[in-house]
C-alpha cells in the first residue's frame, strides 16, 4: 500500500477557497487512480471527486461540480482538491484515497479504494 497523507484543511468563511494536498509515500502513485472522499459529523462517508492515473479523465459529485476541482502532479507523487465557493455544507473531514498498482480507471466507489489518508478538517463558517 501506499501511505497518504492530506494537508490544506482549515477554516475559511463561506464563499472562500481551499486547495487540498494529498501527498504519497512508499511507492508511485503514478500507476494508479486517485479520489477524495468526505465525512460531515452524523454523516455517512460521500465521494467528492476522482481523478484517473495520467490525470486526463476526471468525475465529481453533483454537488461540488462547478466548484472543486481534482488534479493530480506524478513528477511530485501529490493529488489535489481545488475547493471554491465553499459553503457551510462543505464543512467535512476530507479523505484522500488511491487505488492499487496498476488500477488506472477512476472511480467514485469508495470499495475500489484500498488506501487512505487520515484526513483533514475542512470548517466553512457563514
Known amino acids: 500500500q501506499v501511505q497518504l497523507v492530506e494537508s490544506g484543511g482549515g477554516l475559511v468563511q463561506a464563499g472562500g477557497s481551499l486547495r487540498l494536498s494529498c501527498a504519497a509515500s512508499?511507492?508511485?502513485?503514478?500507476?494508479?487512480?486517485a479520489g477524495w472522499f468526505r465525512q460531515a459529523p452524523g454523516k455517512e462517508r460521500e465521494s467528492v471527486a476522482a481523478i484517473n492515473s495520467s490525470g486526463g479523465l476526471t468525475m465529481y459529485a453533483d454537488s461540488v461540480k462547478g466548484r472543486f476541482t481534482i488534479s493530480r502532479d506524478n513528477a511530485k507523487n501529490t493529488v489535489y482538491l481545488e475547493m471554491n465557493s465553499l459553503t457551510p455544507e462543505d464543512t467535512a473531514v476530507y479523505y484522500c484515497?488511491?487505488?492499487?498498482?496498476?488500477?488506472?480507471?477512476?472511480?467514485?466507489?469508495?470499495?475500489?479504494?484500498?488506501?487512505w489518508g487520515q484526513g483533514t478538517q475542512v470548517t466553512v463558517s457563514s
Open positions: 484515497a488511491a487505488r492499487a498498482r496498476y488500477h488506472t480507471k477512476q472511480t467514485m466507489s469508495a470499495n475500489e479504494y484500498d488506501s
Open positions: 512508499g511507492r508511485t502513485l503514478s500507476s494508479s487512480a
